[in-house]
């Protein structure tokens, strides 16, 4: 096969462009570190890198959504920090109108203050996080959870439990309901609760205590007096049935049965009744405004003993909406040590995604820095060899 001088010329030429090529290819990998320049150059470890930038990128979201979940439960739990602050302060002021010595202004007087704290209440159970969202409204975040309709407040949020997904597989709860921690708490000592009958003409203090073993009914503790005998007292269930018979009273009498102890001092007479019933689920703000109430009305208005025997049971009921919060303050606490290992965890994660890129992706530079100088050794010797090869003519010898 004939060469022709021309394409001579142009198999010179395309030697030193590969060479150049090869040359610059070297040289932008030093300049980026970067061993893989395009798909071609390691087309399964392209494939790796892909994958790996997804598993990269899915957890910088996870790392995203613990910073979020970290600053709404942390709102909560300051939340329901200052609720309880209120609730404690409430509970002295409680004590401290259960003193037979107030008049009616003063006890006017501690109403207003615990009015005051049921509004402060209120506003830190529709409190918004930075977003302007409310932070107890469930799913319904633009709705204020709690308003005032009659004399009481509804709940007008959902009952949705906001879930992020902070590591693969895991999710946490970031928001509780209204429901959940204002709503949710039973009234009297949690299992029972004492109701004291208008019509009553004694002077009853009722204290009521159960426990776990208690058998939860309905019950009645009645006064009555027979024929020339002193005042006795028996106690009947719901349907009627004699559960304690005739029995005497003798002041601070402590009643007990079925594992409930029921201490009654003062002066009831016969036809006084001391009801006992299951305790139900009462709002927050209801358990205060019933206090408030209560306070502001005249005492000489009231049955006697109404007053004390409702703020004893008050006291029971601040400790029970006490432990509410501190119940749900402890899993926000827990959920806060969850992000932080999860914080962790996701931190290790990212360590290691970003080494396996860089086993496949990072330049050897001691190889490239070789390879640099062999490939430019390689261009100068074509380059001199094609000027050689140029001046081979035989006009030259002409």
Known sequence: MRISSNQQFQQGIDALLRQQAKLAETQEQLATGNRILTPSDDPAASTQL???????????????????????????????????????????LVVQANNATNSDQSRSAIATEIENNLYSMRDLANSKDATGDYLFSGFNATTKPFVKEGSGYVYKGDQGERFLQIADGIQIQVRDTG???????????????????????????????STVKSLVGTYSIEFFEEENEPLHYRVLNEDGETVVGATLYEPDQQVSFNDINVSVSGSPVAGDKIE???????????????????????????????????????????????????????????????????????????????????????????????????????????????????????????
């Not at 957890?59 to 739990?77: M, T, Y």
């Open 179 to 209: 429901t959940e921690i204002f709503q949710k708490i039973r009234n009297g000592d949690g299992r029972l609760r004492v109701a004291i009958p208008d019509s009553n003409q004694g002077s009853a203090l009722v204290n009521l205590e």
């Open 50 to 92: 892909i994958k790996l930038s997804a598993l990269s990128a899915a957890n910088q979201q996870f790392d995203r959504n613990i910073v979020f979940a970290q600053n709404d439960v942390d709102l909560s739990e300051s939340k329901l920090k200052s609720a309880g602050d209120i609730i404690q302060r409430v509970r002295e």
């Open 276 to 398: 006992i019933e299951p305790s139900e689920f009462q709002d927050v703000f209801t358990t205060l405004q019933l206090l408030v109430d209560k306070l502001k009305a005249p005492i000489a208005s009231a049955p006697p003993n109404s007053l004390s025997n409702h703020l004893t049971q008050s006291l029971q009921e601040m400790d029970l909406v006490l432990d509410k919060f501190l119940s749900v303050r402890s899993s926000l606490g827990s959920r806060l040590q969850e992000l932080d290992t999860a914080k962790g965890q996701n931190a290790d994660e990212d360590l290691r995604l970003q080494r396996s890129v860089g086993a496949l992706k990072d330049l050897d530079y001691a190889e490239a820095v070789s390879r640099l100088n062999m490939q430019m050794t390689g261009l100068q010797a074509a380059q001199q060899a094609y000027v050689k090869v140029q001046g081979l003519s035989l006009f030259n010898f002409l």
